[in-house]
């Protein structure tokens, strides 16, 4: 067996083409493969756009551990705190005749502080999918320790138990599976190497009915013969083989089942106590409840799932699968997510080294845009990221109604756990509730105006236009203001200028934030470090006002923009207006803008 290659020397030189992905359906992207489911970091030079963020920038916070306190301590805004498990529970209202989920769990932290968790709804509510509601005694509240089916979070805990083995020279990442395998090789799967399991980038098909053969044997034979959809490397297809897979290297290699490898290099160090693979009988009553399973919705006729895995292959598996399996606590999530922005330690136990945590934030699939992905981890997925997403915020969701949103910049984190499949996997999609609790916490993260106690802030709402005009004096030739903002690439600011208010023509700006300068024609839209800018336009002869617009499309939605610190000069250099001054101040006209301290 080859020695693995130092973790960040295995990197160079790995970023191939990726298709078709599965995404939010909301925005018509394409959907194949199944419906599953630190400090701030410095901005880095670019001489063609804004300041960005990777992973090599991310500062990690080792020593910080999951504390409760209040969205104070935490460095957050109380009012989009509240927010948050306000806008959880709202989706347990018929939507539009029935719940997105009978109950629901939320955490949300920032600096290691849990500023909100809290329960709502029913864990345990319907007999079966008709639906026939229990009766009312036998209904179980949801409690903020609750045990979830954490359905494809699970392979998350794969990939950290692939790394561990990665950093200890026993797995090559850029080795074919089949150097640990050698039987998967049939059938054009020679060329598959590790890395592109952890990336879903194999070319293997979504699954197989693992639940079809009986004993792992037979289901190993069934993946082994199997052909792929695609030439690995070629092809973004969301697969739980691929993690299946992993599951079969990594007992080969260690001689460990998985279970094994998670709880003792994972769980057990990092003290999370409620979260493993098939929980014991005594536990059910903090179980939440999944689907009723029949065919031909489901591949099983099970009855109503609680206590054991819901995903049918997971269940063919004896519960213990690389793709799903996994029951954990909101609680013990955040241990995990602050393991992560701690750099792989929390408190004394070492999970994982800072290069190989790095490797989570590092995006492979740089070909396939709406495709990028770290290992295990998908990155900047506004259809559950929201406001939230970055070129480094990572994250995951589950197909029974889980997920969990990590953002490095803002060192936080949010966590929502649901039912969403109980009793029916036909209810649809969570995902509206998903970008809900994202979206709040990215608000409730605060931006401090760059001159004075506030800046105009255009705010976070879809399909709108914000409009703020100022008036300028006669001669104003140059303006300058401060300049923060992070939107979703498709919805776009503008600064425009107009002789007569009727008339808007946009103008070209020149932006610096730090020791990055960079040019637009007026429009500006996208991620551009969370930091302010200093921006300078020239006015045309005879411009009597100008105005900074933000349109916002239908879905998905960016933490926005803000506006200081505006002045104008003349040619002379003389100051003509001043935002700051309190008589400037009052001629501004908002609409949709708003003064905003944070």
Known sequence: MRRALPIFVALAGLC?????????PVKGAS???????GASAPARTSAAGPPTVTAADLRFTPGREIRYGSPQRAGLLPDAVAAIAKDAAGYMNPSPTTPLYPGAVVLAARNGVVAEHEAMGYALRYADDKPTELPRDQWI???????????????LFTTVAAIQQIQRGRIDLNATVATYLPGFAQNGKGAITVRELLTHTSGLRPDLPFYNYSGRAAQEAALFADTPQATPGTAYIYSDLNMITMQFVLEKVTGKTLDALVRDGITGPLGMRDTGYNPPASEKPRIAATEYEHKPDAALDRGLVWGQVHDENSYALGGVAGHAGVFSTAHDIAIFAQMILDGGRYGHARVLSEDSVRLLFTDF????????????????????????????T????????????????????VILLTNRVHPSRNWGSINPARRAVAHDLARAVPVR???????????????????????????????????????????????????????????PLSLRAGRT??????????????????????LPAGTTSVRWRYTTDPAYEGRGVYV??????????RLVFDGERPADAARFQPVGWVRSAN
């Open 16 to 24: 191939a083409p990726v298709a078709a992905a599965h995404a939010d």
């Open 31 to 37: 959907t194949a493969g199944p419906v599953r489911k």
């Open 141 to 155: 509240p949801m409690r903020k320790d609750t045990i979830f089916d954490l359905a494809s979070m699970s392979k």
């Open 365 to 392: 699939n740089t070909a396939f845009p709406g495709n990028a992905h770290g290992l295990g981890f998908e990155i900047g997925l506004r259809w559950y990221e929201d406001a939230m997403a970055s070129p480094v």
């Open 394 to 413: 990572i994250g995951h969701t589950g197909y029974t109604g889980t997920s969990i949103v990590i953002d490095p910049i803002s060192r936080s984190f």
């Open 449 to 507: 105006p760059a001159d004075g106690r506030d800046a105009w802030f255009s705010q976070m709402n879809d399909g709108t236009t914000a409009t703020l005009t100022a008036p300028m004096p006669a001669g104003a030739s140059r303006l300058s203001f401060h300049l923060w903002y992070d939107t979703e690439e498709t919805d776009t600011g503008v600064l425009e200028t107009s002789p007569d208010g009727k008339t808007w023509t946009p103008a």
């Open 517 to 538: 300068a960079w040019t637009v024609n007026g429009a500006f839209s996208g991620f551009a470090g969370r930091r302010w800018a200093t921006a300078t336009a020239t």
């Open 564 to 573: 200081d610190g505006v002045r104008a000069r003349d040619a002379a250099g």
